[in-house]
């Protein structure tokens, strides 16, 4: 994985004196903004970006230091000391240690088959991370540490385990209160963002032109985003106050925003709306049509037919019950019986059809987004059905996600770009970071606080082809690194050109595809108007 960031750094780096500005590492540095003592990103518009929603800074050093003491004191009783490495040895008194040794002693006796990522081997000074099996673990630290001394660690383990939950619990609840006050305090500002961010990303897609020089192809992704309802109270697939962000519903054709979106800053809000949208045009969902539907006549078969829908049919009606006048059918629902029959008796009745294969506006771009110096998102069932495979499978997967990233840094660059430059300083990046980290703060709040167990960190800068299988989105570093801070209209207002300005040297990006035009006023109003819900 790491080889492809030093491959791109030679490619792009023509000297060290024009080092390229605007990756992780140069946004981010030492994650800087959220080092506040309560942990968060503030803003003066009350905006707020959280950043470790699980402790403040004084309670990560409190917990980290007493852990320390266990972990010193377990090494010092060691019946073997000069077998333990210095990377196990860093590993033991760091509270990374601590979920997987009261793993073990839940495992106690017991032959599970399980797995834990340590240093190994245990005695190596420079040890990685390997997936190590709990018996084979518990087996060497009896060896290495003493059963006596390894069972009171264990046991110090667990406790430390149970104090943090009792210090997180609390900081969990005052967090929630924060997050949906700024939410309050922010709901009109939002929902005014929101319906800028719909403006521009219909505008994007139409590219200046008038509606008669538009291609059919192009025509059809627009009527797309056109009818597409945002809603700002409903819920769902929401996890709480804690987690903002939004979601698209097919069967709804909606995009649901979760309420402390709100408290999020205004490019935050921008990007998050303009990728939603993006997923009513992504090469899953325009691959199914767009269609009309009748509610009450639906709701009314519902009812009549309660006694024979099973399983996904049930689910399938269900939800397109909850359309306020259109929906998107996916390309394996199309030929459903179930489908056909509503559409044969009228209560589906098609707008827009879906697209063939290989007939996107878009598809350079996917194409684009796959190859390895511009993200290598894995192509899924989109790749199989340009050759005619599993033509009518289609489920989200990361190239949806990364090409609506792609699409999402265009509306959000355009929009900037009519605003005053952020330069890029020399020295003093603390408030140039807050800005620029203000359009993917979700992003930067996971590549500072990482998920010790997750198997595939959000900071890597690449993955391996059977990496990306069972993901339904790529790495926080590789969206941002690979897709978003590659934008031209971004880099430009941040400041982000390589140092010297020299373009060779500028990271590879997947160029806006369509051609531009120049409409009229009238025009412009009059192709909005279409977009009006029966």
Sequence with gaps: MRNLVLVLAALWVASASQSRTCDIDDLLGQCEMFDSPAGHMEGRDQSLVLGDSRRTREDRARLQEAWGRLGQQAIRGAAAPAELGESFRRWLISEASVSTLKSLLSLDGKREPVTFEVPWPINAVDARLTPITATEL??????????????????AADSHSEQTQVVEEGRRQSVIELMNDRAAARRTRAADLIERARQRTIETLRNGRDWATIPAAERNLLRRLETLRIDFDNNINCSGALNPGGSYDAS????????????????????????EMAHAIDPCASRGPLVRVDVPRLRQ???SMSSQLR??????INSLTQSTGYAQIYPNE???????????????????????????????????????????????????AQVGQNHHRCAPDTLNEGFCDWFAAEVVGRELAARPGRPRPERDLG????????????FARDLCFPDPT??????????????????????????????????????????????????QSEPPHCEFPLTRGEASGAEVNRSRGQGTAP
């Design 138 to 155: 518990r087996t060497r630290l009896n060896e290495v540490l003493g059963p006596e001394n390894l069972n009171s660690l264990m046991r």
């Design 454 to 503: 997750d198997p595939t960190p959000e900071n890597v800068a690449s993955l391996r082809p059977e990496q990306w299988e069972g993901r339904s989105h790529p790495p926080s570093r590789l969206r941002v690194e690979a897709v978003i801070f590659r934008n031209p209209r971004l880099r430009t207002h941040f400041g982000c050109h390589s140092r010297g300005n020299a373009p």
């Design 311 to 316: 399983g996904g049919d049930g689910v399938l």
């Design 301 to 303: 078969m519902r009812d």
């Design 252 to 275: 709804a054709h909606q995009v649901n925003m979760c309420t402390p979106t709100a408290a999020l800053p205004d490019e935050s809000i921008l990007l998050i709306t303009a990728h």
């Design 431 to 442: 408030a140039w970071r807050r800005e620029a980290v203000g359009v993917f703060p979700l």
């Design 334 to 384: 199309a030929n459903n019986p179930l489908i056909q029959r509503l559409m044969r008796e009228g209560v589906l009745r098609v707008e827009e059809r879906g697209l063939q294969t290989g007939e996107h506006p878009f598809r350079a771009t996917l194409e684009c987004i796959t190859q390895p110096a511009t993200g290598g998102f894995r192509l899924g069932p989109w790749q199989q």
